[in-house]
């Protein structure tokens, strides 16, 4: 499995993350992710000199994924934009983009959740990671569309919700509901729906 392409830095992150989600933040170490790849001993400390650097690499790769998961959502008109469309319908199109996070990157999901608990002592990285799925920009815009009347702290009240609701999934009691289907959508976008109507 040994590669020579550029891309092993970011082979290296994705395996770490990988990593972290199968046996947690304590697994990773820079031999147990060139054994996982089956690099030669030493190459993991070779692009990322301490562990510090190779959670940073870690959080902006999460980070950037979700930049761009966001914009080309927006771009082809997927994710929900502030504007005269029904709660019922904002809140199925942001099930919808959250189903596709829960389906694609479970693994991502859960490495944010345990770096972000990991790193309360790291502001930098802690911040990056709190902000790096939902906009608080973009929630304030779409919550001011909707009429409400303090449109920032309804914003972090649905930014909570959404966070909760994620963690459900993969850690709470509704593990069993299988993203990708109508059945995981409609749960989520009841709830999401809720907090829409109320807000507005």
Same mark, same amino acid.
């Given at each position: 499995?040994?590669?020579?392409?550029?891309?092993?830095?970011?082979?290296?992150?994705?395996?770490?993350?990988? *990593?972290?989600? =199968?046996?947690?933040? %304590?697994?990773? #170490?820079?031999?147990?992710? /060139?054994? +996982?790849?089956?690099?030669?001993? $030493?190459?993991?400390?070779?692009?990322?000199?301490?562990?510090?650097? *190779?959670?940073? =690499?870690?959080?902006? %790769?999460?980070? #950037?994924?979700?930049?761009? /998961?966001? +914009?080309?959502?927006?771009?082809? $008109?997927?994710?929900?934009?502030?504007?005269?469309?029904?709660?019922?319908?904002?809140?199925?199109?942001?099930?919808?983009?959250?189903?596709?996070?829960?389906?694609?990157?479970?693994?991502?999901?859960?490495?944010?959740?345990?770096?972000?608990?990991?790193?309360?002592?790291?502001?930098?990285?802690?911040?990056?990671?709190?902000?790096?799925?939902?906009?608080?920009?973009?929630?304030?815009?779409?919550?001011?569309?909707?009429?409400?009347?303090?449109?920032?702290?309804?914003?972090?009240?649905?930014?909570?919700?959404?966070?909760?609701?994620?963690?459900?999934?993969?850690?709470?009691?509704?593990?069993?509901?299988?993203?990708?289907?109508?059945?995981?959508?409609?749960?989520?976008?009841?709830?999401?729906?809720?907090?829409?109507?109320?807000?507005?």
């Amino acid at each position: 499995m040994t590669t020579t392409t550029p891309d092993r830095r970011l082979l290296i992150v994705d395996s770490a993350i990988d *990593l972290i989600a =199968a046996q947690g933040f %304590r697994a990773l #170490t820079h031999r147990a992710l /060139d054994t +996982a790849l089956e690099l030669p001993a $030493g190459s993991t400390s070779y692009y990322f000199r301490t562990k510090r650097a *190779l959670v940073e =690499a870690i959080v902006d %790769r999460i980070a #950037t994924r979700s930049r761009t /998961d966001f +914009a080309t959502g927006n771009s082809s $008109g997927e994710l929900p934009k502030a504007g005269p469309a029904s709660a019922d319908a904002i809140a199925h199109g942001i099930a919808t983009w959250l189903d596709r996070l829960l389906a694609q990157r479970r693994n991502h999901l859960i490495v944010r959740h345990a770096l972000i608990v990991e790193l309360l002592g790291d502001t930098e990285l802690h911040e990056k990671l709190i902000g790096c799925l939902f906009s608080q920009q973009h929630a304030t815009g779409l919550f001011s569309a909707l009429g409400a009347t303090s449109p920032e702290a309804t914003a972090a009240d649905f930014i909570a919700v959404i966070e909760g609701l994620i963690f459900d999934r993969f850690a709470g009691a509704r593990t069993e509901l299988a993203p990708g289907t109508p059945e995981s959508v409609a749960q989520l976008a009841r709830v999401l729906s809720t907090q829409l109507k109320a807000a507005a």
